[in-house]
């Protein structure tokens, strides 16, 4: 304590350092979210979390078991590796059927499976019925258990409030194939990813449309701005004809961005300059 007032020069070098070694943490996670760009694996992994713990809450129901925690399984999809904690029990006679086997990589068609059910994962019917396609060896009471805790989680998930303020929003469309009945059909995704003021990315909405259009962008963002989202410093996407219009009209006072390059060099003007703009 005393040396603190005898030289207090020395207390703020040090506040000083540590502000800029968080600030330098806040880069490599911006440069680490842009590099990995658009992705639904964050829904993928609460589909699949939430419908293993449904799993075996009905396992437990049935069998004379008890829960016994949760152990990490990294899958490898399409969007990056999904982080999972899959759940035990203390006999060890249960494992989630919605999982590959151990050991096992994802298949094209497994990850098709995943695609479907983000799709369809607002309604319990239609999640019954992805599930019931792929074959997942449930009975009709686990499938309907499963399909009701999937539902209704991803409707809190995009009904919860979001932050005010973002370093970054990035926004995207994303366009798939849906088994339709007998028809393949195309529907478009419109996904925005943000970027808060501690640098961490995550999904901010999904919606799933018929297509990419203006009307479909007025509403999506609009589903941000109602839901907290005010301030935004960078907004990023590609050059759809007429977005720039609506991300103006909606976030009068943020930067838009069609280039990743300018993307981050306006992000680094916002951080304290410590890094030469260059090696971005």
């Known amino acids: ?9 020395r207390g703020n070098t040090i506040r000083e350092s540590n502000t800029m070694k968080v600030m330098e943490e806040i880069r490599e996670k911006i440069r680490k979210a842009i590099k990995e760009g658009v992705s639904l694996r964050e829904i993928e992994e609460i589909i699949l979390q939430e419908a293993m713990m449904e799993e075996r809450e009905a396992y437990l129901q049935v069998e004379d078991d008890h829960k016994n925690g949760t152990y990490f399984r990294y899958l490898g999809t399409g969007d990056g590796v999904l982080r999972l904690r899959v759940p035990r029990t203390r006999k060890g006679g249960f494992r989630p059927k919605i999982l590959p086997e151990k050991y096992e990589r994802t298949s094209p068609d497994y990850e098709d499976f995943l695609q479907q059910l983000v799709l369809s994962g607002m309604t319990p019917s239609q999640v019954k019925a992805v599930l019931a396609a792929k074959g997942i060896p449930y009975s009709e009471i686990v499938m309907n258990r499963v399909a009701e805790r999937i539902s209704n989680k991803l409707k809190e998930y995009k009904s919860r409030e979001l932050p005010h303020d973002l370093l970054a929003l990035y ?4 366009i798939v194939k849906v088994r339709i009945s007998e028809s393949i059909m195309e529907r478009a995704i419109y996904i925005a990813i943000g970027v808060d003021l501690e640098g961490n ?3 901010l909405d999904y919606e799933v449309r018929d297509r990419e259009d203006l009307d479909g962008w007025k509403s999506f963002l609009s589903g ?3 839901r907290g989202v005010s301030r935004v410093d960078v907004i990023v996407s590609d050059d759809f004809s ?5 991300v103006s009209t909606l976030f009068p006072s943020s930067q838009h961005q069609l280039c990743i390059t ?5 992000l680094m003007r916002v951080l304290p300059d410590t890094v030469d703009p260059k090696s971005y």
């Open 201 to 203: 990315k995550f999904v």
């Open 171 to 174: 926004i995207d469309v994303k």
């Open 242 to 246: 007429g977005l720039d219009r609506v």
């Open 262 to 266: 300018h993307m981050v060099r306006n």
């Open 224 to 226: 941000l701005v109602s």
């Open 1 to 9: 304590m005393t040396k603190s007032k005898n030289n207090p020069g």
